[in-house]
């Protein structure tokens, strides 16, 4: 990825350049981009990326985004930028001599994928064909392409041992000794440097996990092997989630990105992670854009998470996840405060949920969390929308969130109960500088269970007790918050209340110190 200016970057394979821009900040509904390229007029947009296909390899162009406003005025993001497109590249076909790989999604290809993507160079890349190849994890290295063509598959096995040896890696927040996630790029060390940089993984194929029956198999056989350690937990076991919480942690993800700068993930479609789908960890300018992710049935089935990472982008993006579909990261108390890494400068910007919990930051985040960005993404069939959450002996913080132009069931910025072992932190979680602008609210969300949706309260934010933890400096301006559709027969009991009567269309308030609301309007849900 290249960072041309402060609002507009690009990045480029061999064929095709990607250009995606920060929305500005006194930008107005209506509002459109054009784009141009050697300084002619290529397309017209209304969002905030555009991508030029069918380039020339190995070839600079002029790119260049004017925002046009309805009334005629023209304002250019920046002025044009240079930027090339990649060589050509050697293909190492995976089913061609030397490797001779088989999709028939049976056979095992590990060695045959893994011997590729070792003898893969700067100037190569590693071409995945129409097939089903069956693989356990894979391990990538630096200035690796790795393409998948439409119809191919690389499918995780379903047997832990095709995951081993384990590794080290980062799970709710806790560095341990994790399975094999089936695509591993870079190695896990929090005060080291990056060690895996330059990776393109992109296509028009998929990448599917061993999925429930892979995430079972792991955490019976945790079970086993720490069948002690968690029968002297006794009673203490109650601090966890589930009681296959602890064994669950070993589990591998579908990609991890450990120390990791410059990622990309794009074009693919990814699936059945046995615990989430892609990690990032330690790591800085990892990228995920035009991509579905789907996760259903999978406990802990996350779509796209920064953990302790920096300069993350997620863009034109669709997730159908059991769990959250975004979840915002930096550590556990108390290891996580200790190694105090905060995840810093998140963009994410054009998404959809069509099933899952929502985007969420936290709870695991004791490193603290800085600048996250969202505009333009629909959370419409989601269970919570946004959720900034945190338990009380967390730590850590959160701080300056920007959302913008997206309609959701809900916002939740509130401490919560569960996922709440470990020993406490050195303070109380501090939530501030929150900032939520131009909003659709539903006020109906995501049932999980029953998958239909449900009245809730559109807005809740609940502090932490006691002197100086309460949430600071949230700001609503420009919300539109639907009325629920009650259940047959029933009323909402309290449309606004000041946080002492709760009912469906509640407002909930308490323990917040400076919260500023302006332009909010209550209004009959839309007729469809």
Same mark, same amino acid.
């Not at 108390?333 to 099933?355: A, L, Q, S, Y």
């Not at 009245?455 to 420009?478: D, M, Q, S, T, Y």
């Given at each position: 990825?290249?960072?041309?200016?402060?609002?507009?970057?690009?990045?480029?394979?061999?064929?095709?350049?990607?250009?995606?821009?920060?929305?500005?900040?006194?930008?107005?509904?209506?509002?459109?981009?054009?784009?141009?390229?050697?300084?002619?007029?290529?397309?017209?947009?209304?969002?905030?990326?555009?991508?030029?296909?069918?380039?020339?390899?190995?070839?600079?162009?002029?790119?260049?985004?004017?925002?046009?406003?309805?009334?005629?005025?023209?304002?250019?993001?920046?002025?044009?930028?240079?930027?090339?497109?990649?060589?050509?590249?050697?293909?190492?076909?995976?089913?061609?001599?030397?490797?001779?790989?088989?999709?028939?999604?049976?056979?095992?290809?590990?060695?045959?994928?893994?011997?590729?993507?070792?003898?893969?160079?700067?100037?190569?890349?590693?071409?995945?064909?129409?097939?089903?190849?069956?693989?356990?994890?894979?391990?990538?290295?630096?200035?690796?392409?790795?393409?998948?063509?439409?119809?191919?598959?690389?499918?995780?096995?379903?047997?832990?041992?095709?995951?081993?040896?384990?590794?080290? *890696?980062?799970?709710?927040?806790?560095?341990?000794?994790?399975?094999?996630?089936?695509? #591993?790029?870079?190695?896990?060390?929090?005060?080291?440097?990056?060690?895996? *940089? #330059?990776?393109?993984?992109?296509?028009?194929?998929?990448?599917?996990?061993?999925?429930?029956?892979?995430?079972?198999?792991?955490?019976?056989?945790?079970?086993?092997?720490?069948?002690?350690?968690?029968?002297?937990?006794?009673?203490?076991?109650?601090?966890?989630?589930?009681?296959?919480?602890?064994?669950?942690?070993?589990?591998?993800?579908?990609?991890?990105? *450990?120390?990791?700068?410059?990622?990309?993930?794009?074009?693919?479609?990814?699936?059945?992670?046995?615990?989430?789908?892609?990690?990032?960890?330690?790591?800085?300018?990892?990228?995920?854009?035009?991509?579905?992710?789907?996760?259903? #049935?999978?406990? #802990?089935?996350?779509?796209?998470?920064?953990?302790?990472?920096?300069?993350?982008?997620?863009?034109?993006?669709?997730?159908?996840?059991?769990?959250?579909?975004?979840?915002?990261?930096?550590?556990?108390?108390?290891?996580?405060?200790?190694?105090?890494?905060?995840?810093?400068?998140?963009?994410?910007?054009?998404?959809?949920?069509?099933?899952?919990?929502?985007?969420?930051?936290? *709870?695991?985040?004791?490193?603290?969390?800085?600048?996250?960005?969202?505009?333009?993404?629909?959370?419409?069939?989601?269970?919570?929308?946004?959720?900034?959450?945190?338990?009380?002996?967390?730590?850590?913080?959160?701080?300056?969130?920007?959302?913008?132009?997206?309609?959701?069931?809900?916002?939740?910025?509130?401490?919560?109960?569960?996922?709440?072992?470990?020993?406490?932190?050195?303070?109380?979680?501090?939530?501030?500088?929150?900032?939520?602008?131009?909003?659709?609210?539903?006020?109906?969300?995501?049932?999980?269970?029953?998958?239909?949706?449900?009245?809730?309260?559109?807005?809740?934010?609940?502090?932490?007790?006691?002197?100086?933890?309460?949430?600071?400096?949230?700001?609503?301006?420009?919300?539109?918050?639907?009325?629920?559709?009650?259940?047959?027969?029933?009323?909402?009991?309290?449309?606004?209340?000041?946080?002492?009567?709760?009912?469906?269309?509640?407002?909930?308030?308490?323990?917040?110190?400076?919260?500023?609301?302006?332009?909010?309007?209550?209004?009959?849900?839309?007729?469809?």
């Amino acid at each position: 990825m290249r960072v041309c200016f402060m609002e507009l970057y690009t990045m480029a394979t061999s064929d095709s350049i990607t250009a995606f821009w920060v929305k500005p900040q006194d930008s107005r509904p209506g509002d459109t981009y054009q784009i141009y390229l050697d300084g002619h007029l290529t397309g017209t947009t209304g969002k905030t990326h555009y991508t030029f296909e069918n380039l020339k390899a190995d070839t600079k162009y002029e790119v260049q985004v004017i925002r046009f406003r309805p009334e005629g005025e023209e304002h250019p993001l920046e002025g044009a930028v240079t930027v090339g497109t990649d060589i050509e590249k050697e293909i190492l076909n995976v089913i061609k001599a030397p490797y001779k790989a088989v999709g028939d999604g049976r056979t095992m290809n590990t060695k045959a994928l893994q011997k590729a993507i070792d003898d893969c160079g700067p100037g190569q890349r590693v071409y995945i064909p129409a097939g089903t190849f069956l693989t356990g994890g894979l391990k990538l290295h630096s200035d690796l392409d790795l393409y998948l063509e439409e119809g191919a598959i690389i499918k995780g096995s379903e047997d832990p041992a095709d995951y081993l040896p384990k590794i080290r *890696s980062r799970f709710e927040g806790i560095e341990m000794e994790c399975y094999q996630s089936l695509l #591993n790029l870079g190695d896990l060390d929090h005060d080291g440097d990056y060690n895996c *940089s #330059n990776v393109l993984i992109h296509g028009k194929g998929t990448i599917s996990g061993g999925g429930r029956p892979l995430m079972d198999a792991i955490i019976a056989k945790e079970k086993a092997r720490m069948i002690k350690e968690l029968e002297a937990l006794g009673d203490g076991i109650k601090a966890y989630e589930k009681p296959d919480t602890i064994p669950g942690r070993a589990r591998g993800r579908l990609i991890n990105m *450990s120390n990791c700068r410059n990622v990309r993930i794009t074009g693919l479609h990814l699936e059945k992670g046995a615990a989430w789908n892609v990690h990032m960890i330690y790591s800085r300018f990892c990228v995920m854009d035009h991509c579905s992710v789907y996760s259903r #049935n999978i406990w #802990n089935g996350d779509g796209w998470d920064p953990d302790s990472s920096t300069n993350c982008v997620l863009f034109a993006c669709r997730f159908n996840t059991s769990d959250d579909s975004v979840a915002i990261k930096s550590g556990k108390n108390p290891e996580g405060n200790v190694i105090g890494r905060e995840t810093k400068n998140i963009m994410i910007f054009d998404c959809k949920i069509d099933f899952g919990h929502g985007f969420a930051i936290g *709870s695991e985040m004791s490193g603290g969390v800085d600048y996250v960005r969202i505009w333009d993404c629909d959370l419409e069939h989601s269970d919570f929308g946004i959720q900034i959450k945190g338990t009380p002996k967390r730590g850590g913080y959160v701080r300056y969130v920007y959302v913008k132009d997206c309609i959701m069931p809900r916002v939740l910025v509130q401490s919560v109960p569960y996922n709440d072992d470990g020993e406490p932190g050195p303070s109380v979680p501090k939530f501030s500088h929150i900032y939520f602008e131009r909003m659709k609210i539903t006020s109906m969300h995501l049932h999980e269970q029953k998958e239909t949706l449900e009245p809730c309260n559109p807005i809740e934010f609940r502090g932490f007790e006691g002197e100086g933890n309460e949430a600071e400096e949230i700001h609503l301006k420009n919300v539109t918050i639907y009325e629920p559709v009650m259940p047959e027969g029933g009323m909402s009991e309290q449309w606004y209340d000041d946080g002492t009567t709760r009912g469906y269309g509640s407002i909930l308030i308490t323990k917040v110190k400076g919260l500023y609301m302006e332009g909010l309007n209550f209004t009959k849900r839309p007729e469809k």
